[in-house]
């Protein structure tokens, strides 16, 4: 069965989805990848505000294709999580709820995740024509130097997903591989 | 002497990106579509499924099949009897590289500078592989690649000694460590021999050939095969979550090496694995 979720995702909302749920997501979410994280806290350690309120948001990780005439957007598949590790444990302390990538996430993130309560949304990497049929809109926000990189808003519509991590530590990527591993 | 002018080259160059990016190749178009079959995990066929569903979407709409549209790796092997006329070789390429970047709407994701870090704007340098041969003719193949596969590659120094099981514990434990990273099914390009920088460029050359070609060395068409079934048992699965399909296929190259050496190398790559070749 299909869990619908509409953002902004709050804490409780977020506590609710448990690793291995089919979720798709409508709303309003954010693109940010590496070099936003990097400007976004480097800023804020300066005094600079956040670009975006980050209190019960989402975060996608991935930098889209540039749209052709006449569509929202191009391609925007996920981009491998770890990378944001450095990041997240601070962003999810900021107020994220939810974050969609794919690929392992340390445990400096997933204990940030069961302390304050967020999820991790696994969406299918390289698929990204598919899932850029989900999003309505798209606009730059921040960081419009970054071109791909920057931070855009998009408003999605049945944006598919999986709870890979859930906010107690459960973790689909520990759990199901051992069932088809053969010796 | 046959000459080439250079402006054939950035044309046929703009062309290979944008097909190579929006069109998925046949042989991993067709080992997807086959591997559903033996896909034990429900959630794995499904994420093959989408993976299917996102070729045919990208071939129609002649759209990028994955938003990570690469930094261009550029393999160009010109006849010696080739006299290239009209400017700078490197110039066109990057010119091709510029110009398919651009009309086909693909991601530009390179940085001039690693550690600077500003986007050059326009997807280039490529990073290309000029190798002179034999003939009046140039083949020209272009392989863009994600980075997200790229990052779990590996080069293992070996000891002779380590042997032919050294190396295939190499291929395993490199396949293993990435785990859910580079979008599995993962197609991986394995080098041995050579020294340090030779066995990263025969693994890379590795996944320009077709998943589910043989090598022409019987004893490493049979390492081929081997390491595809041990690495299918491992139940990484499609995407990480588990299943049978964890690698579409391994193209392993070997060359020779140094009485001290066992160099090998491991290029991970992903579903999409992407090249066109074209000759002039």
Known sequence: MKISITTPVTRDKARSLKAGDIVEITGVIYTARDAAHKRMLENLDKGIPLPVDLTDNTIYFAGPAPAKPGEAIGSVGPTTSYRMDAYSPRTIELGLTCMIG??????????????????????????????????KSCEVVAYEDLGSEAIHRLEVEAFPGIVIIDSEGNNLYETEPPKYAEK | MREVNVSKITDCIKRLCIDANCSLNDDIYFSLKNSLEGEKSPIGRDILNQIIKNADLARKKCKPICQDTGMAVIFIEIGQDVHITGGSLTDAVNEGVRQGYKDGFLRKSVVGDPLIRVNTGDNTPAVIHYNITEGDKIKIDVAPKGFGSENMSKIYMLKPSDGIEGVKNSVIDCIKK?????????????????????????????????????????????????????????????????GSTTVLGINIEAFATHIAGLPVAVNISCHVTRHRSAVI
Do not use: W
């Open chain 2, 178 to 242: 990435a785990g859910p990273n580079p979008c599995p099914p993962m197609v991986v390009g394995v080098g041995i021999g050579g020294n340090f920088e030779k066995c990263a460029c025969l693994a890379k050359k590795a996944l320009l050939r077709p998943v589910g070609s043989s090598s022409d060395i019987p004893y490493i068409a049979d390492m081929e095969r081997e390491l595809l079934v041990r690495a299918n048992k491992l139940g990484i699965g499609p995407q990480g979550l588990g």
């Open chain 1, 102 to 135: 794919k690929g392992a996430r340390n445990k400096a993130v997933t204990d940030a995740m069961k302390k304050y309560g967020a999820v991790y949304i696994g969406a299918v990497g390289g698929a990204g024509a598919l899932i850029s049929e989900c999003v």
